[in-house]
């Protein structure tokens, strides 16, 4: 787990955003492992990047669409689980269950070691839990609303309004089946975008 200080180290969303490049070679080599069964529909490859600065014993944790900063013992409560990870396994992020239906464990150390020998163990890719599918047309969009310390994610339409497009990050991408032509092949898909001001 990171504590505040790894957080506060990860990079902001722009920085994070632009030192991803070569998307498309990092889909097409990493696609092949999260369409595991194990894994295909519960996780989504996303950029690693911090939203707000944490203070000693915050951590950042999701209650439904809000993530804020929470003091967290050491032993975390049973009522919440890891949402996202580094590339080598890391949990950042945190999310809040009602049941223990709700719980997914995280994917095995087996998957993260390959998952890092393939985007190196410093990579702004890592991996988070799926969000439900946004309906057809639509997006989904996350901001932060820095005064009250706050991640918040919607969903939007596809097209906009996204404002002026340097602010416009993407930052979750889901596996889904090609619509190409010939062989059967899995690609990531965007799944969520993150419209920033102020990072």
């Known amino acids: 787990m990171l504590d505040h200080t790894g ?101 095995p150390a087996e998957f993260f070691r390959e998952f890092s020998e393939i985007v190196g163990d410093g990579s702004v890719l890592g991996l988070s839990l799926a969000h439900d599918p946004a309906p057809e047309g639509q997006i989904w969009c996350e901001r932060t609303d820095y005064e009250q310390r706050q991640h918040i994610l919607e969903i939007k339409p596809v097209e906009g309004p996204w404002g002026d497009g340097n602010n416009v990050h993407q930052t979750s991408w889901s596996l889904e089946p090609s619509t190409d032509e010939g062989d059967p092949r899995l690609v990531l898909k965007l799944a969520c975008n993150c419209v920033c001001w102020g990072h």
């Open 7 to 107: 957080y506060n180290s990860l990079l902001a969303i722009k920085e994070a955003d632009e030192a991803l490049t070569n998307r498309q070679e990092w889909f097409k080599k990493t696609a092949p492992l999260l369409s595991r069964e194990e894994l295909r529909r519960k996780f989504n490859l996303c950029l690693v990047h911090k939203h707000v600065v944490l203070q000693p014993g915050e951590r950042m944790v999701a209650t439904g669409l809000v993530t804020q900063p929470e003091i967290i013992s050491e032993s975390t409560p049973s009522d919440i689980i890891p949402s996202s990870w580094t590339a080598t396994g890391v949990p950042f992020e945190w999310k809040r269950v009602n049941t223990t239906e709700e719980i997914i464990p995280p994917p």
